[in-house]
Protein backbone atom coordinates (compact mmCIF):
# COMPACT_ATOMS: atom_id res chain seq x y z
CA UNK A 1 0.00 0.00 0.00
CA UNK A 2 1.30 3.75 -1.21
CA UNK A 3 0.32 6.38 0.60
CA UNK A 4 -3.17 7.33 -1.56
CA UNK A 5 -3.55 3.12 -2.97
CA UNK A 6 -5.15 0.20 -1.33
CA UNK A 7 -5.77 -2.81 -3.12
CA UNK A 8 -8.00 -5.56 -1.08
CA UNK A 9 -10.38 -8.02 -1.47
CA UNK A 10 -14.25 -6.78 -0.26
CA UNK A 11 -14.63 -9.92 1.25
CA UNK A 12 -11.24 -10.46 3.02
CA UNK A 13 -11.45 -6.91 3.87
CA UNK A 14 -14.94 -6.97 5.56
CA UNK A 15 -14.25 -9.64 7.70
CA UNK A 16 -11.77 -7.10 10.06
CA UNK A 17 -14.36 -4.01 10.03
CA UNK A 18 -18.47 -5.94 10.27
CA UNK A 19 -18.42 -5.52 6.77
CA UNK A 20 -16.96 -2.38 6.45
CA UNK A 21 -14.92 -1.30 3.75
CA UNK A 22 -14.58 2.75 3.85
CA UNK A 23 -15.67 5.38 6.56
CA UNK A 24 -14.30 7.31 9.10
CA UNK A 25 -13.61 5.02 10.94
CA UNK A 26 -10.79 3.65 9.29
CA UNK A 27 -7.27 5.47 10.21
CA UNK A 28 -6.60 8.83 8.89
CA UNK A 29 -3.81 7.36 6.81
CA UNK A 30 -5.55 4.64 5.22
CA UNK A 31 -7.08 5.42 1.72
CA UNK A 32 -10.07 3.88 3.05
CA UNK A 33 -10.31 6.99 5.24
CA UNK A 34 -13.29 8.87 4.41
CA UNK A 35 -15.86 11.35 5.97
CA UNK A 36 -17.84 11.80 3.13
CA UNK A 37 -19.01 8.31 2.64
CA UNK A 38 -18.74 4.75 4.29
CA UNK A 39 -19.09 1.37 2.11
CA UNK A 40 -19.98 -1.91 3.25
CA UNK A 41 -20.19 -5.45 1.67
CA UNK A 42 -22.31 -7.52 3.70
CA UNK A 43 -22.45 -11.39 3.08
CA UNK A 44 -25.64 -12.76 5.16
CA UNK A 45 -26.62 -16.64 5.43
CA UNK A 46 -29.74 -17.35 4.62
CA UNK A 47 -32.70 -16.58 7.42
CA UNK A 48 -29.76 -13.93 8.76
CA UNK A 49 -31.46 -10.63 10.08
CA UNK A 50 -31.09 -7.62 11.53
CA UNK A 51 -32.86 -8.32 15.44
CA UNK A 52 -33.59 -4.33 16.36
CA UNK A 53 -34.64 -2.19 13.69
CA UNK A 54 -31.92 0.89 12.88
CA UNK A 55 -33.98 4.09 14.38
CA UNK A 56 -32.51 7.98 14.17
CA UNK A 57 -30.84 7.59 10.93
CA UNK A 58 -28.48 10.64 10.33
CA UNK A 59 -27.78 9.36 6.97
CA UNK A 60 -28.91 8.05 3.76
CA UNK A 61 -28.22 4.75 2.38
CA UNK A 62 -28.12 3.12 -0.87
CA UNK A 63 -28.17 -0.61 -0.78
CA UNK A 64 -27.61 -3.11 -3.88
CA UNK A 65 -28.04 -6.97 -4.33
CA UNK A 66 -25.22 -8.31 -5.72
CA UNK A 67 -26.40 -12.10 -5.10
CA UNK A 68 -29.19 -13.47 -3.25
CA UNK A 69 -32.58 -12.49 -2.28
CA UNK A 70 -33.08 -10.02 0.92
CA UNK A 71 -35.82 -7.79 1.91
CA UNK A 72 -35.47 -4.71 3.20
CA UNK A 73 -38.06 -3.56 5.15
CA UNK A 74 -39.11 -0.09 6.01
CA UNK A 75 -41.71 1.69 8.25
CA UNK A 76 -45.12 0.69 6.48
CA UNK A 77 -43.35 -0.44 3.59
CA UNK A 78 -41.02 -4.01 2.62
CA UNK A 79 -38.66 -3.83 -0.45
CA UNK A 80 -37.90 -7.53 -1.81
CA UNK A 81 -34.85 -7.03 -3.91
CA UNK A 82 -34.44 -10.35 -6.09
CA UNK A 83 -32.67 -9.48 -8.78
CA UNK A 84 -29.10 -8.25 -9.66
CA UNK A 85 -28.28 -4.72 -9.43
CA UNK A 86 -31.94 -3.84 -7.59
CA UNK A 87 -31.49 -1.22 -5.21
CA UNK A 88 -33.55 0.75 -2.89
CA UNK A 89 -32.28 4.32 -1.36
CA UNK A 90 -33.89 5.86 1.79
CA UNK A 91 -32.88 8.99 3.35
CA UNK A 92 -32.09 10.57 7.01
CA UNK A 93 -34.64 9.63 9.56
CA UNK A 94 -36.01 6.38 7.84
CA UNK A 95 -36.17 3.33 9.71
CA UNK A 96 -35.17 0.16 8.60
CA UNK A 97 -34.47 -3.32 9.23
CA UNK A 98 -33.51 -6.25 7.11
CA UNK A 99 -33.62 -10.04 6.24
CA UNK A 100 -31.79 -12.23 3.92
CA UNK A 101 -34.80 -14.44 2.20
CA UNK A 102 -31.50 -16.82 0.78
CA UNK A 103 -27.91 -16.63 0.74
CA UNK A 104 -27.21 -12.83 0.04
CA UNK A 105 -24.47 -10.67 -1.05
CA UNK A 106 -24.99 -6.92 -0.80
CA UNK A 107 -23.44 -3.47 -1.00
CA UNK A 108 -24.24 -0.73 0.81
CA UNK A 109 -23.09 3.07 0.43
CA UNK A 110 -24.22 5.56 3.05
CA UNK A 111 -23.17 9.04 3.53
CA UNK A 112 -22.21 11.13 5.49
CA UNK A 113 -19.86 9.06 7.44
CA UNK A 114 -20.85 10.28 10.54
CA UNK A 115 -18.10 10.07 13.65
CA UNK A 116 -19.48 8.63 16.92
CA UNK A 117 -22.40 7.24 15.25
CA UNK A 118 -22.65 3.20 15.44
CA UNK A 119 -25.86 1.17 14.70
CA UNK A 120 -27.18 -1.38 17.18
CA UNK A 121 -25.82 -4.95 15.76
Known amino acids: MTDRVYVGNAGSDAALDRGW ?13 SEAV ?3 WGVHPKG ?9 EERTALLVLISGRFRVELPGRSVLLAEQGDYVVWGRGVDH ?18 PGYKASP
Open 97 to 114: SWFAEEESVVLTVRWPSV
Open 21 to 33: LLGHFKDASDPRH
Open 48 to 56: DERALWVTG
Open 38 to 40: EIK
